[in-house]
Protein backbone atom coordinates (compact mmCIF):
# COMPACT_ATOMS: atom_id res chain seq x y z
CA UNK A 1 0.00 0.00 0.00
CA UNK A 2 1.59 3.30 -0.50
CA UNK A 3 0.57 5.96 1.87
CA UNK A 4 0.89 9.62 1.27
CA UNK A 5 2.14 11.98 3.77
CA UNK A 6 1.38 15.41 3.35
CA UNK A 7 4.80 17.76 3.44
CA UNK A 8 4.64 20.44 5.89
CA UNK A 9 2.89 24.04 4.56
CA UNK A 10 6.21 26.44 4.72
CA UNK A 11 3.81 28.73 7.40
CA UNK A 12 2.98 26.34 9.81
CA UNK A 13 1.18 27.95 12.70
CA UNK A 14 -0.93 25.95 14.86
CA UNK A 15 0.00 22.44 16.34
CA UNK A 16 -1.80 20.39 18.16
CA UNK A 17 -0.49 18.27 21.25
CA UNK A 18 -1.24 14.96 22.16
CA UNK A 19 0.15 13.44 25.15
CA UNK A 20 -0.68 9.75 26.85
CA UNK A 21 2.20 8.43 28.21
CA UNK A 22 1.30 7.90 31.56
CA UNK A 23 -1.36 8.94 33.62
CA UNK A 24 -2.50 12.35 31.99
CA UNK A 25 -4.40 12.80 28.82
CA UNK A 26 -3.17 16.32 27.59
CA UNK A 27 -3.74 17.89 24.85
CA UNK A 28 -3.03 21.36 23.68
CA UNK A 29 -2.91 23.69 20.92
CA UNK A 30 0.30 25.55 20.19
CA UNK A 31 -0.12 28.90 18.28
CA UNK A 32 3.45 29.99 16.84
CA UNK A 33 2.16 33.27 15.32
CA UNK A 34 1.26 35.00 19.04
CA UNK A 35 3.69 32.17 21.14
CA UNK A 36 0.20 31.06 22.77
CA UNK A 37 -0.87 27.53 24.01
CA UNK A 38 -4.50 26.69 25.36
CA UNK A 39 -5.02 23.01 26.74
CA UNK A 40 -6.92 20.77 28.32
CA UNK A 41 -6.21 17.77 30.94
CA UNK A 42 -7.63 15.01 32.30
CA UNK A 43 -5.29 13.30 35.48
CA UNK A 44 -6.04 10.00 35.74
CA UNK A 45 -5.10 9.99 39.75
CA UNK A 46 -8.46 8.92 41.09
CA UNK A 47 -8.69 6.00 39.17
CA UNK A 48 -4.96 4.67 40.36
CA UNK A 49 -5.05 5.89 43.80
CA UNK A 50 -6.70 2.67 45.29
CA UNK A 51 -3.77 0.79 43.26
CA UNK A 52 -1.05 3.17 44.77
CA UNK A 53 0.32 3.74 41.84
CA UNK A 54 -0.78 3.64 37.74
CA UNK A 55 -2.04 0.74 36.19
CA UNK A 56 -1.24 0.19 32.84
CA UNK A 57 -3.85 -1.55 31.47
CA UNK A 58 -6.27 1.14 33.30
CA UNK A 59 -4.24 3.91 31.97
CA UNK A 60 -4.62 2.83 28.14
CA UNK A 61 -8.25 2.54 28.47
CA UNK A 62 -9.11 5.29 30.41
CA UNK A 63 -6.98 7.81 27.53
CA UNK A 64 -9.62 6.05 24.97
CA UNK A 65 -12.23 7.24 26.79
CA UNK A 66 -10.62 10.73 27.48
CA UNK A 67 -9.01 11.90 24.07
CA UNK A 68 -11.67 12.86 21.95
CA UNK A 69 -13.60 15.10 24.56
CA UNK A 70 -10.55 16.59 25.55
CA UNK A 71 -9.58 17.45 21.89
CA UNK A 72 -12.77 19.03 21.12
CA UNK A 73 -12.58 20.94 24.56
CA UNK A 74 -9.30 21.92 23.33
CA UNK A 75 -10.46 23.39 19.74
CA UNK A 76 -13.05 24.91 21.14
CA UNK A 77 -11.17 26.67 23.60
CA UNK A 78 -8.96 27.42 21.22
CA UNK A 79 -12.06 29.18 19.20
CA UNK A 80 -10.58 27.12 16.35
CA UNK A 81 -12.08 24.35 14.21
CA UNK A 82 -9.94 21.01 12.90
CA UNK A 83 -8.79 22.39 8.89
CA UNK A 84 -6.77 25.35 11.22
CA UNK A 85 -4.84 22.71 12.50
CA UNK A 86 -1.38 22.50 10.50
CA UNK A 87 0.44 19.59 12.38
CA UNK A 88 0.39 17.29 15.29
CA UNK A 89 2.78 15.92 17.47
CA UNK A 90 2.09 13.13 19.86
CA UNK A 91 4.20 11.17 22.77
CA UNK A 92 6.36 8.35 21.09
CA UNK A 93 7.76 7.49 23.68
CA UNK A 94 9.39 6.53 26.57
CA UNK A 95 6.04 6.01 28.24
CA UNK A 96 3.77 2.55 28.47
CA UNK A 97 3.00 1.33 25.69
CA UNK A 98 -0.66 0.47 25.17
CA UNK A 99 -1.32 4.38 26.98
CA UNK A 100 0.96 5.63 24.14
CA UNK A 101 -0.25 3.59 21.18
CA UNK A 102 -3.56 5.76 22.32
CA UNK A 103 -2.39 9.00 21.66
CA UNK A 104 0.16 7.73 18.11
CA UNK A 105 -3.35 6.14 17.16
CA UNK A 106 -5.02 9.18 17.27
CA UNK A 107 -2.35 11.02 16.32
CA UNK A 108 -2.29 9.24 12.64
CA UNK A 109 -5.71 8.92 11.95
CA UNK A 110 -6.54 12.89 12.68
CA UNK A 111 -3.68 14.10 10.72
CA UNK A 112 -4.56 11.28 7.75
CA UNK A 113 -8.25 12.70 7.60
CA UNK A 114 -7.35 16.54 7.74
CA UNK A 115 -4.53 15.38 5.37
CA UNK A 116 -1.52 17.34 7.52
CA UNK A 117 2.17 15.87 8.87
CA UNK A 118 2.15 14.27 12.20
CA UNK A 119 5.00 13.63 14.67
CA UNK A 120 6.43 11.64 16.98
CA UNK A 121 7.83 13.68 19.99
CA UNK A 122 10.49 12.28 22.84
CA UNK A 123 8.45 12.90 26.04
CA UNK A 124 11.68 14.12 28.15
CA UNK A 125 13.11 16.52 25.03
CA UNK A 126 9.48 18.13 25.57
CA UNK A 127 9.67 18.50 29.69
CA UNK A 128 13.04 19.71 28.69
CA UNK A 129 11.47 22.66 26.53
CA UNK A 130 8.29 23.32 28.64
CA UNK A 131 10.20 26.58 29.99
CA UNK A 132 10.57 27.65 26.99
CA UNK A 133 6.75 28.14 27.30
CA UNK A 134 7.47 30.96 30.18
CA UNK A 135 7.32 34.75 29.73
CA UNK A 136 11.34 34.29 30.96
CA UNK A 137 12.92 32.09 27.51
CA UNK A 138 16.32 29.91 28.14
CA UNK A 139 18.32 29.91 24.70
CA UNK A 140 20.51 26.60 24.34
CA UNK A 141 23.64 25.84 25.45
CA UNK A 142 22.13 25.11 29.00
CA UNK A 143 22.39 22.79 31.76
CA UNK A 144 19.14 20.88 32.40
CA UNK A 145 18.21 19.08 35.17
CA UNK A 146 15.26 16.99 34.79
CA UNK A 147 13.18 15.18 37.46
CA UNK A 148 10.12 13.66 37.41
CA UNK A 149 8.92 10.33 38.35
CA UNK A 150 11.15 8.43 36.25
CA UNK A 151 13.91 10.17 35.72
CA UNK A 152 16.73 12.17 37.67
CA UNK A 153 18.88 13.25 35.06
CA UNK A 154 21.70 16.13 34.53
CA UNK A 155 22.35 17.53 30.92
CA UNK A 156 24.29 19.54 28.85
CA UNK A 157 21.53 20.30 26.18
CA UNK A 158 23.75 21.86 23.51
CA UNK A 159 20.90 22.62 20.69
CA UNK A 160 17.53 21.04 19.58
CA UNK A 161 17.87 16.99 19.96
CA UNK A 162 21.67 17.38 20.77
CA UNK A 163 21.65 16.48 24.52
CA UNK A 164 24.95 14.98 26.81
CA UNK A 165 23.77 12.83 30.23
CA UNK A 166 25.95 14.15 32.59
CA UNK A 167 24.55 12.50 35.57
CA UNK A 168 21.54 10.13 35.93
CA UNK A 169 19.94 8.17 38.50
CA UNK A 170 21.56 4.76 39.60
CA UNK A 171 18.04 3.63 40.93
CA UNK A 172 15.39 5.33 41.65
CA UNK A 173 13.55 8.78 40.64
CA UNK A 174 13.83 11.51 43.04
CA UNK A 175 9.73 11.99 41.99
CA UNK A 176 9.40 7.86 42.56
CA UNK A 177 11.24 8.49 46.23
CA UNK A 178 8.53 11.06 46.60
CA UNK A 179 6.19 9.05 45.89
CA UNK A 180 7.47 5.90 48.11
CA UNK A 181 8.45 8.14 51.16
CA UNK A 182 4.82 9.65 51.10
CA UNK A 183 3.49 6.31 50.68
CA UNK A 184 5.31 5.05 53.93
CA UNK A 185 3.42 7.89 55.67
CA UNK A 186 0.64 7.28 54.50
CA UNK A 187 0.05 9.67 52.43
CA UNK A 188 -2.27 9.92 48.94
CA UNK A 189 -1.27 8.96 45.92
CA UNK A 190 0.51 10.42 43.99
CA UNK A 191 2.87 11.25 46.63
CA UNK A 192 5.22 13.79 45.84
CA UNK A 193 2.77 17.21 46.16
CA UNK A 194 0.99 15.85 49.33
CA UNK A 195 4.44 15.04 50.74
CA UNK A 196 5.86 18.33 50.27
CA UNK A 197 3.09 19.89 51.70
CA UNK A 198 3.05 17.99 55.24
CA UNK A 199 7.09 19.10 55.29
CA UNK A 200 5.54 22.64 55.41
CA UNK A 201 4.73 21.73 58.76
CA UNK A 202 7.96 20.04 60.11
CA UNK A 203 10.42 21.35 62.52
CA UNK A 204 13.68 21.96 61.03
CA UNK A 205 16.63 19.78 62.25
CA UNK A 206 14.31 17.77 64.07
CA UNK A 207 16.13 14.77 61.84
CA UNK A 208 18.85 15.20 59.70
CA UNK A 209 18.99 12.40 56.83
CA UNK A 210 21.90 11.91 54.62
CA UNK A 211 22.52 13.68 51.45
CA UNK A 212 23.44 10.18 49.40
CA UNK A 213 26.24 10.16 46.69
CA UNK A 214 27.34 14.14 47.65
CA UNK A 215 30.96 12.85 48.42
CA UNK A 216 31.40 10.83 45.33
CA UNK A 217 32.99 13.26 42.35
CA UNK A 218 30.47 12.32 39.43
CA UNK A 219 27.27 13.58 38.25
CA UNK A 220 25.17 10.12 39.25
CA UNK A 221 22.28 10.32 41.97
CA UNK A 222 20.61 7.34 44.18
CA UNK A 223 17.81 7.86 46.45
CA UNK A 224 17.20 4.09 47.07
CA UNK A 225 19.23 4.43 49.92
CA UNK A 226 17.54 7.94 51.23
CA UNK A 227 14.12 6.16 51.26
CA UNK A 228 15.70 2.79 53.03
CA UNK A 229 17.55 5.35 55.97
CA UNK A 230 13.86 7.06 56.13
CA UNK A 231 11.81 4.07 56.68
CA UNK A 232 13.88 2.85 59.33
CA UNK A 233 13.62 6.16 61.18
CA UNK A 234 10.22 6.40 61.34
CA UNK A 235 10.04 2.29 62.33
CA UNK A 236 12.11 3.78 65.41
CA UNK A 237 9.15 6.74 66.06
CA UNK A 238 5.89 7.32 67.69
CA UNK A 239 4.77 7.45 63.95
CA UNK A 240 2.24 10.58 65.17
CA UNK A 241 0.95 13.47 62.62
CA UNK A 242 3.91 15.33 64.27
CA UNK A 243 6.44 13.33 63.73
CA UNK A 244 5.63 12.57 60.11
CA UNK A 245 5.53 16.10 59.56
CA UNK A 246 9.07 16.47 60.55
CA UNK A 247 10.19 13.30 58.83
CA UNK A 248 8.65 14.70 55.78
CA UNK A 249 10.89 17.76 56.06
CA UNK A 250 14.13 16.04 57.03
CA UNK A 251 13.46 13.91 53.82
CA UNK A 252 12.38 16.87 51.28
CA UNK A 253 15.58 19.09 52.92
CA UNK A 254 17.76 15.87 51.82
CA UNK A 255 16.53 15.19 48.44
CA UNK A 256 16.61 18.97 47.59
CA UNK A 257 20.24 19.41 48.91
CA UNK A 258 21.33 16.63 47.03
CA UNK A 259 19.77 18.08 43.55
CA UNK A 260 21.33 21.28 44.42
CA UNK A 261 24.59 20.16 45.05
CA UNK A 262 24.95 18.30 41.97
CA UNK A 263 23.52 21.59 40.01
CA UNK A 264 26.36 23.37 41.77
CA UNK A 265 28.48 21.12 40.25
CA UNK A 266 27.76 20.88 36.44
CA UNK A 267 27.72 24.70 36.89
CA UNK A 268 30.75 24.96 37.15
CA UNK A 269 32.14 22.11 35.34
CA UNK A 270 30.55 23.24 32.33
CA UNK A 271 30.88 26.76 32.70
CA UNK A 272 26.86 26.81 31.60
CA UNK A 273 25.21 30.03 32.95
CA UNK A 274 21.47 28.74 32.41
CA UNK A 275 20.15 26.40 34.66
CA UNK A 276 16.76 24.73 33.47
CA UNK A 277 14.78 22.48 35.81
CA UNK A 278 11.79 20.21 34.30
CA UNK A 279 9.84 17.86 35.13
CA UNK A 280 7.08 16.84 38.06
CA UNK A 281 9.36 17.84 40.62
CA UNK A 282 10.14 20.75 39.18
CA UNK A 283 6.76 22.25 40.90
CA UNK A 284 8.32 21.56 44.24
CA UNK A 285 8.82 25.08 45.90
CA UNK A 286 11.75 23.96 48.18
CA UNK A 287 13.58 23.00 45.31
CA UNK A 288 12.80 26.23 43.40
CA UNK A 289 13.97 28.21 46.93
CA UNK A 290 17.13 26.44 47.15
CA UNK A 291 18.04 26.39 43.33
CA UNK A 292 17.44 30.08 43.86
CA UNK A 293 20.03 30.03 46.72
CA UNK A 294 22.84 28.34 44.36
CA UNK A 295 22.52 30.13 40.96
CA UNK A 296 22.89 33.27 42.61
CA UNK A 297 26.22 33.62 43.57
CA UNK A 298 27.53 31.28 40.11
CA UNK A 299 25.60 34.56 38.30
CA UNK A 300 23.35 31.75 36.85
CA UNK A 301 20.17 32.33 35.22
CA UNK A 302 17.49 29.64 36.17
CA UNK A 303 14.50 28.72 34.55
CA UNK A 304 11.40 26.90 35.20
CA UNK A 305 8.29 25.57 33.07
CA UNK A 306 5.07 27.45 34.19
CA UNK A 307 3.95 25.82 37.17
CA UNK A 308 0.98 24.09 35.31
CA UNK A 309 3.53 22.62 32.76
CA UNK A 310 5.62 20.92 35.11
CA UNK A 311 4.10 17.53 35.37
CA UNK A 312 2.69 16.30 31.64
CA UNK A 313 0.65 17.99 29.54
CA UNK A 314 -0.03 18.53 25.96
CA UNK A 315 1.53 22.13 25.58
CA UNK A 316 4.79 20.89 25.91
CA UNK A 317 4.57 17.84 23.51
CA UNK A 318 2.93 20.64 20.95
CA UNK A 319 5.78 22.90 21.53
CA UNK A 320 8.35 20.52 21.43
CA UNK A 321 6.58 19.14 18.12
CA UNK A 322 6.17 22.60 16.69
CA UNK A 323 10.14 23.37 16.90
CA UNK A 324 10.81 20.32 14.84
CA UNK A 325 7.84 20.51 12.39
CA UNK A 326 8.50 23.65 11.42
CA UNK A 327 12.20 22.69 11.16
CA UNK A 328 10.82 20.06 8.23
CA UNK A 329 10.73 16.59 10.20
CA UNK A 330 7.82 14.56 10.15
CA UNK A 331 6.57 11.00 10.48
CA UNK A 332 7.79 8.99 7.19
CA UNK A 333 4.69 7.30 6.98
CA UNK A 334 1.16 6.19 8.52
CA UNK A 335 2.92 3.49 10.56
CA UNK A 336 2.23 3.67 14.53
CA UNK A 337 5.42 3.20 15.98
CA UNK A 338 5.84 4.10 19.51
CA UNK A 339 8.64 3.04 22.17
CA UNK A 340 8.80 1.93 25.67
CA UNK A 341 12.30 2.69 26.43
CA UNK A 342 14.51 5.77 24.09
CA UNK A 343 17.29 7.36 25.46
CA UNK A 344 17.11 11.30 24.95
CA UNK A 345 21.21 11.14 24.16
CA UNK A 346 20.23 9.09 20.99
CA UNK A 347 18.02 12.37 19.51
CA UNK A 348 19.31 14.07 16.88
O1 LIG B 1 6.93 14.60 34.99
P1 LIG B 1 5.85 13.88 35.69
O2 LIG B 1 4.44 14.43 35.64
O3 LIG B 1 5.71 12.41 35.21
C1 LIG B 1 6.77 11.65 34.76
O4 LIG B 1 7.08 11.78 33.54
O5 LIG B 1 7.32 10.93 35.62
O6 LIG B 1 6.33 13.77 37.22
C2 LIG B 1 5.54 13.18 38.21
C3 LIG B 1 6.35 13.13 39.49
C4 LIG B 1 5.67 12.31 40.58
O7 LIG B 1 6.65 11.45 41.15
C5 LIG B 1 5.19 13.36 41.56
O8 LIG B 1 5.09 12.90 42.89
C6 LIG B 1 6.30 14.39 41.43
O9 LIG B 1 6.55 14.45 40.03
N1 LIG B 1 5.88 15.72 41.92
C7 LIG B 1 6.43 16.33 43.00
C8 LIG B 1 5.75 17.57 43.15
N2 LIG B 1 4.81 17.66 42.17
C9 LIG B 1 4.91 16.52 41.42
N3 LIG B 1 7.43 15.95 43.82
C10 LIG B 1 7.77 16.79 44.81
N4 LIG B 1 7.16 17.98 45.03
C11 LIG B 1 6.15 18.40 44.25
N5 LIG B 1 5.57 19.59 44.47
ZN1 LIG C 1 6.69 13.29 32.35
Given at each position: MTTVVKRLRPSILRVLGIETSCDETGIAIYDSENDSVVQTLFSQIELHAPFGGVVPELASRDHIRKIIPLIRAALDKAGISPPSING??????????????????????????????????????????????????????????????????????????HYQILGDTLDDAA????????????????????????????????????????????????FSGLKTHTLGVFKKTHQDEKIKADIAHAFQEAVVDTLAIKCERALKKTGLKQLVVAGGVSANI????????????????????????CTDNGAMIAYAGYLRLSKGEHDPDLAIQTVARWPIDTLR
Open positions: IAYTKGPGLMGALLVGATMAKTLGFALDIPTLGVHHLEAHLLAPFLSADKPQFPFLALLVSGGHTMLIEAKALGGEAFDKVAKLLGLPYPGGPALAKLATQGVPNRFHFPRPMINRPELNFSRLREKLHSITKPLNTQLFFPPLDL
